[in-house]
């Protein structure tokens, strides 16, 4: 069954390169597991809401686990604390495309 993520991400005040370059190659890994990223949005203003906002899809629960567990992404993770400061994940449902 497919899932669909709604990824809200806070990124650490000055760290926002850091942060796009760590979004970029996470992306790319939840893509080679079957991932799709439907929509990608950055914040224009109003620096207390999340810098990016990620609508992604994946097959199934299996698929989306198999990224997180992926070695790769995971050995990214030091990376990942100095530019992420706070995600909330939301599983969705899509009601109209």
């Given amino acids: 069954m497919e899932i669909t993520l709604c990824v809200l991400l806070w990124a650490h005040d000055g760290q926002e390169d850091l942060f796009a370059e760590y979004e970029d190659a996470a992306l790319k890994i ?3 597991h079957g991932g ?9 203003d109003s620096p207390e809401s999340p810098f990016e906002v990620q ?7 299996v698929t989306f686990q198999t990224f997180m567990d992926d070695p790769l992404r ?9 530019a992420v400061a706070k995600t909330e994940v939301i599983r ?3 009601i109209s495309r």
């Avoid at 609508?55 to 629960?61: D, G, M, V």
């Avoid at 995971?74 to 100095?82: C, N």
């Fill in 30 to 32: 939840a893509v080679a």
């Fill in 36 to 44: 799709q990223v439907v929509s990608r949005l950055r914040r224009i």
């Fill in 55 to 61: 609508i992604l899809r994946f097959p199934s629960q």
């Fill in 74 to 82: 995971l050995a990214m993770s030091e990376q990942r604390d100095r």
């Fill in 92 to 94: 969705v449902d899509e």
